[in-house]
């Protein structure tokens, strides 16, 4: 059994198809991805103008290191769009500062840039969703006057809706495997931004 195949229990060697790539990378990395949702919720939601600036200002520091370490290592069609500077804009309209202090994304590829790359950009990209949720939740509490150019941008969307048929496709067990521990690693980076107490927002 490789690596790769224990982290979503499957076995084979490196070239060994596992089916849809999507679907896999989403069983990979259920447990991330729960635990940032809960984790973001608990910090506070999104209920008020203060949760909400909290909310941004988490965004901002998370991502915009993701953001530059995808500017240095991911192929040009791998390359999410930057939202790191609609989160400082929307700061900007709440009367609220950019986080100054930024904890680095210091990913190793491990020699497979490609999947690493789809794996980081796939991260990024499927937060459009959550953001478009978010921001019904938003207008329909009745804070339509609060900024949104990040969680209403087009741009990421867009891209979303790109590289969903690219994910579709069936995949190598290398594939998934480089794509999932660069996805698991970004949604780490994020938790380590939501949670204080965790070793990496300390860093």
Sequence with gaps: MTAGSRII???????????????????ATSG????????MRGRGGWETRTDYARFLNLQ???RLPVERW???HAPFDLRAPAQSHLIARDLETLGEP?????APFPYETGGNIQASALGVSWVLAGSSLGN???LKEIERAGHGDWPTAFLADPEMLRFWKQLRPRIDLPASLATLAAS???ATAVFDHFIAHTIPSSPAAAA
């Design 9 to 27: 229990g499957l076995t084979g060697n490196a070239d060994t198809i596992v089916g849809c790539l999507r679907t896999n990378l989403k069983q």
């Design 32 to 39: 991330a991805h729960q635990q940032l949702d809960d984790a």
């Design 60 to 62: 901002f520091a998370a």
């Design 70 to 72: 995808i500017d240095a």
């Design 98 to 102: 950019c986080p100054l202090e930024l």
């Design 132 to 134: 478009r949720s978010i």
């Design 180 to 182: 999932s521990a660069a």
